[in-house]
């Protein structure tokens, strides 16, 4: 069973329009989670991540997510997109088998029109 | 503080040979976790190593191995190159593990003809 759903493999907003990218994850007990993002030809840079407290996390270059244990979620969202925003976003989680193993979603191509 | 490198980043074998790739972590870190990203299934883990052990090893025949060395630098090796091997691998390092932040470098790109 996938540990990490990603609803949506392409999303597209125009600029300035709200950007939302959902995440499920599958787990009885919270998890660490992260949002990476990956530009062409790049490795995975993190954008932001949830271990324990706060279930608002903020992020870089204006993202947020929100942790919500009753719903397993933990979708990104950022106010207002802009052109260099476009890019693949991973959800992912770790600890859910053991604290070494990330688990990633299969993607969100976020596509950016003007 | 320099990054994450992989080195070659690209590299182009064929069927049956074998390859090694390396990755050189952040000073410091002490974790080196290898994915492989293909776009039919995604990114998938491979193995992690800490202090010089395999501690989690993911979902993949044992064609595939690796190793770090006392410096933290990673090696992982494939033997017998299939053609579904041809895929971008991922090297990123952490300090304790993947559920600190892990930095990623650039990947190797292998390609199997």
């Known amino acids: 069973a996938q540990s990490v759903t990603q609803l949506g493999s392409h999303v597209s907003v125009s600029e300035g329009a709200l950007v939302l990218l959902r995440c499920n994850y599958s787990?009885?007990?919270?998890?660490?989670l992260f949002w990476y993002v990956q530009y062409p030809n790049q490795g995975l840079q993190l954008l932001l991540k949830y271990t324990t407290g706060a279930t608002l996390v903020k992020g870089i270059n204006g993202f947020e997510a929100e942790f919500k244990k009753s719903e397993t979620s933990f979708h990104l969202t950022k106010p207002s997109a802009h052109m260099s925003d476009a890019a693949e976003y991973f959800c992912a989680v770790s600890g859910l088998y053991n604290n070494n193993d990330m688990r990633f979603g299969a993607g969100t191509r976020l596509t950016v029109k003007p | 503080k320099a990054g994450v490198t992989q080195t070659p980043r690209y590299l182009i074998k064929t069927r049956g040979q074998q390859v090694t790739l390396s990755c050189s972590p952040i000073?410091?870190?002490?974790?080196v976790s290898w994915y492989q990203q293909t776009p039919g299934q995604g990114l998938q883990f491979l193995f992690e190593?800490?202090?010089?052990?395999?501690?989690n090893k993911g979902n993949f025949p044992g064609r595939f191995s690796g190793r770090q060395f006392s410096n933290s630098r990673s090696e992982m090796n494939v033997s017998t190159l299939e053609l579904g091997d041809s895929a971008l691998y991922l090297c990123?390092?952490?300090?304790?593990?993947?559920?600190?932040?892990?930095?990623f470098g650039p990947g190797t790109r292998l390609t199997v003809l």
């Open positions: 190593y800490f202090s010089e052990t395999q501690r």
């Open positions: 787990s009885s007990v919270p998890p660490y």
């Open positions: 000073s410091g870190h002490r974790s």
């Open positions: 990123a390092s952490s300090l304790v593990g993947s559920t600190d932040t892990q930095y």
